[in-house]
């Protein structure tokens, strides 16, 4: 049994077992929807006018990513981490304060290709702080514990005003311009958001199949099974932590660009939670959940007071529909609209090829 | 004499096991009393006790799962009392338990990948596996031995019990083991199960050493050469499995108290 023995008889690995193994690392590969999702997305500016591509989809993917690191904490590792928009929140602060901007008593000035890089540091070694307090919990602690970082680090900006510049935040942050090209105009904007996006989006999904989020999956199993395996539980939580926090850095620094200002409310209490109720509305049990989450959830905010208005109703409502929507939702779908379409999927096929059920 | 040896003239040298005056409290419940228990290497070793013996508790000791309250635990020599599970682990002792605790969200072929990558390098590493990666090949033989090849690509969650206590004997053989501590392997298995799994413990290398814990004296006595008596937290007998068998105190306490 010994490993010496085993790579011995260890055949070619063949060009077909190659290519199964591909596709089995990645389904997106053989999925005809997933490549028609990604040419429209490709094409979207051809489509859609400028409103629609940034109010809409570059918002949506900038919230998806910040759900994509809570998606990554929670369905991979168990921990549900309400300061995720906190840590994106802290990475555009950062951008402000180092980068340029219009408030320029506080501003350092540096060039962005100095800035963000310095943002996505800091607000990653936040994260792991802050995840190497939570990983001393567990379950509706942790929560407590993460909301706690998250709602401190609100009244703290809104009372800071040597870095944080108080209520009025920082306003007028200056975006990347390079190589002749305004990366906020519009269009342009809207690639590098689907850039990061699809990036992020590809690397939660790689890792969850690496060592380390397998280790990650086998901690919110069984921690102590894991520990009597050899691994150190938490040192794998903490590292969760600082993984996830690089990613909501990441949308952080994006939701600077895209609005040009942070201040208080980007970073409230309010907004915290709308981050949980993007990943679970979507769905954590896969990387692609937090995307439609926060699809349906920009959709809801931006069009549902005018729906709202028609019908005769007040326009400011309109979160009483998300709440509706996610009561709905965690009643009939314990796993987001991810699970709701997965088990459409299922019966439809299940009715098409009586007989030939599907195992798993 | 240099300290290492010293050390080990003190300790006992070559014992792969060595408890001295172990106690486990629980508030005022004492589950486990000045246990000293010495085991050689390769040595194999059935603990056995009615419920509530303290057998679970000692291998939870042995292993860092609950620290002992005093005494100490010596692996190879090394004074382990104060290390955390894993540190253990990495060491060489490896441990099932009495209720399969496996990863039921993964898949059996991902769970003892779990357990070869958890006593090697690259616990973290970001990289998935490659087609000649070293463990996915002894993961590989792992499954085969433990006769798992057919169900690898299932979830844990949708495998039958004898399944699932196959896979945990799985996890325990991972990387290279020096002794490991089987809590109850036979529980709930068939006749066929059991056979299979003394076929798995008898052909374990000779130098990897084990206590079982076994209710069930056909297995135990068969798979080992010296046996502990445990009763109420403490050791009651220590002697060879037909010493064992023909005591009669032995008889009385564990074959039923006299209710035969």
């Keep these: 049994m010994s490993l010496l023995q085993s790579t011995q008889f260890r055949p070619d690995p063949s060009a077909n077992a190659t290519r199964r193994a591909w596709i089995g690392a990645w389904p997106e590969f053989q999925n005809p929807a997933a490549w028609l999702v990604a040419l429209i997305l490709v094409i979207m500016p051809l489509i859609a006018n400028g409103f629609f591509l940034i109010e809409i989809f570059a918002t949506t993917l900038i919230l998806g990513i910040i759900a994509l690191s809570l998606m990554f904490l929670a369905g991979y590792g168990g921990m549900v981490s309400l300061m995720q928009l906190t840590i994106a929140g802290f990475a555009g602060y950062m951008v402000a304060v180092f980068g340029m901007s219009g408030n320029a008593n506080i501003s350092l000035g540096w060039p962005w290709w100095l800035a963000t890089p310095m943002a996505l540091a800091l607000a990653t070694l936040f994260g792991t702080l802050g995840g190497a307090l939570a990983v001393r919990t567990e379950g509706i602690y942790t929560i407590m514990i993460t909301l706690a970082i998250g709602a401190a680090f609100y009244y703290f900006t809104n009372q800071n005003w040597t870095i944080f510049n108080g209520h009025t935040g920082i306003n007028t942050v200056a975006t990347p311009h390079f190589w002749g090209v305004d990366w906020r105009s519009d269009i342009a904007f809207y690639y590098v958001t689907l850039g990061v996006a699809a990036i992020c989006y590809f690397a939660v999904q790689y890792v969850s199949r690496a060592p380390f989020g397998l280790a990650l999956q086998g901690v919110r199993d069984n921690s102590r099974r894991m520990a009597a395996l050899g691994f150190n539980p938490n040192a794998h939580r903490i590292a969760a932590y600082a993984f996830a926090a690089f990613i909501a850095a990441l949308g952080g620094v994006l939701q600077v660009w895209n609005y040009r200002q942070i201040s208080p409310g980007s970073v409230s209490v309010g907004a915290c939670i709308d981050v949980l109720i993007i990943a679970v509305v979507g769905g954590i049990t896969r990387p692609i959940g937090p995307f439609i989450g926060a699809l349906i959830f920009v959709l809801l905010r931006t069009f549902a007071l005018d729906v709202l208005i028609k019908f005769g109703l007040d326009g400011n409502r309109f979160r009483l529909l998300i709440g509706l929507g996610f009561l709905a939702i965690v009643f009939w779908s314990s796993d987001g609209v991810i699970g709701l379409w997965e088990r459409w999927r299922r019966n439809a096929s299940a009715t098409q090829s009586p007989g030939g059920g599907r195992h798993g | ?260």
């Design chain 2, 1 to 260: 004499m240099d300290s290492v040896a010293q050390r080990l003239s003190v300790v006992g040298a070559g014992a792969a096991l060595e408890l001295r005056g172990v106690t486990r409290l629980f508030g005022a419940l004492a589950a486990l009393t000045d246990v000293t228990i010495t085991v050689r290497p390769g040595e194999r070793r059935a603990v056995l006790g009615s419920n509530g013996a303290g057998k679970t508790t000692l291998f939870n000791c042995i292993t860092g799962d609950f620290p002992p309250s005093s005494g100490t635990i010596r692996f190879f020599g090394e004074d382990i009392t104060q290390f955390p599970p894993y540190e253990r682990i990495r060491r060489g002792l490896r441990r099932t338990y009495q209720i399969s605790a496996l990863f039921p969200g993964l898949t059996v072929q991902d769970n003892v990948y779990l357990a070869c990558r958890g006593v090697s390098r690259g616990r973290f590493s970001l990289l998935r596996p490659g087609q000649n990666d070293a463990l996915m090949h002894a993961t590989e033989t792992l499954v085969q031995a433990v006769h798992l090849a057919s169900v690898k690509d299932q979830r844990v969650a949708e495998l039958a019990h004898g399944q699932q206590r196959q896979l945990e004997i799985a996890l325990a053989l991972a990387g290279a083991p020096r002794f490991i501590l089987f809590d109850e392997p036979a529980a709930g298995l068939s006749p066929t199960e059991r056979r299979e799994l003394i076929e798995i413990l008898t052909s374990l290398p000779a130098h990897i050493g084990y206590i079982i814990i076994e209710h069930d004296m056909d297995v135990a006595l068969r798979v080992v050469e010296s046996v502990t008596m445990m009763h109420n937290g403490r050791i009651f007998k220590e002697g060879l499995p037909r010493e064992i068998e023909s005591d009669p105190e032995v008889q009385e306490l564990y074959l039923g108290g006299g209710h035969e």
